[in-house]
């Protein structure tokens, strides 16, 4: 919501998902996760850790790849031994579930020792939901325990500041450990220490807490909400909840279907994004290359990112883009995520995607899909 309330409204709504393409990377985060939960349930008497994760890892990734098959975008990514990053997840979450999983408390400790660790083991919460205002605010932390929260994450944990070029933890998870120190005091009575963001691989990284500014940020999401919510009340269409520029935009898994993207970005946007995106008319019907298997198409560019002018696309493998085999001179489409070369020629990527422009809903406040908050 602090970027885009449109783009916050619209991951809340139901049927969008056929447009927007998945990220096998995020796919495993959710399979790690998942992994992780479970493991704890686990008698690790009956079945050795190491089968435990295994088994579990390939049951959450086969779901996984079940939901990217059924998908016609997402299906491009193919077997997930494939995935970017597959391997290291694996191997991460084998490591991250014998930290879970623990050691027994040695004999040798005086007793008063060995209670005091049964007793932090019995007080660990994991993957428990929090709520506060009312049920307006809520967060899952991964790990809750004396004095601190725990927050696996699949993906980087440092992004570059421009102001004072260098590397700093993310500031949209800074935000959300904070959430989850107010959400724990206010339903468990005490304020956790620290937060700790725990990457795939290597050391975590330790957020010091402080009341006030937890509070802070609790108070200043649940503001969002509800300025979220009053303008859905007052009628507001999708370009009064849209924040659009190349900074908000570049990540923006809607971009397709964002009507305010499209008729905001401009050629100054290149090199900004995630990828070109163009919006034009054919002027050609598809032309067949490489035996038959792709499609290469002549597009008049007419809003975008890029330069208006005449430019070729290919090639369109028809196993990604099926829907290529069906476009007519005049049609008008759009591209995301496109290759912009150093001589201007754009190219398909793996993460390019291809819509005619009457085949995207329609956005607004009455129709959807603009998802109403609590």
Known sequence: MRVCLLRAGLSRASGGSKFVLGNPKAWLGTAYHEVL??????????????????????????????????????????????????HVARASVLLRAEE?????????????KQTRSIEA????????????????????PDVVRADEVVDYKSGAIFEHDAATQTDVVKATYVRQLHIYAYLVKQQLGW????????PLGGAGIEIAFEPSACEREAKEALALLDEYNDRLRAGAGPEDFASPSPENCRWCQYKLVCSSFWKTS????????????????????????????????????????EVRRRAQIAPLNISTHPAVTTLAPGDSVRFIGLRARPDGVLAPSDRTVLFRLKDLPFVNNERGPIARGP
């Open 37 to 86: 939960e479970k493991i704890v349930h686990v008698d690790l008497g009956q079945e050795p850790l190491l089968d435990a994760v295994a088994r579990l890892w390939n049951e959450a990734v086969a779901a996984q790849e079940r939901r990217a098959k059924a998908h016609a975008l997402d299906r491009r990514f193919g077997p997930p031994v494939g995935w970017p990053g597959y």
């Open 100 to 112: 879970l999983a623990g050691k027994p408390t040695p004999p040798e400790l005086p007793i008063e």
């Open 121 to 140: 083991a019995a007080a660990t919460l994991r993957e428990h939901e929090f709520t506060a205002f009312g049920g307006k605010l809520l967060g899952r």
């Open 191 to 198: 304020w956790p220490q620290r937060g700790i963001l725990l």
């Open 266 to 305: 401009s050629p100054a946007w290149s090199g900004h994004l995630d990828g070109a995106a163009v919006e034009g008319v054919l002027a050609d019907g598809p032309a067949m290359i490489h035996a038959g298997a792709a499609r290469a198409v002549s597009l008049d560019i007419q809003g975008g990112s």
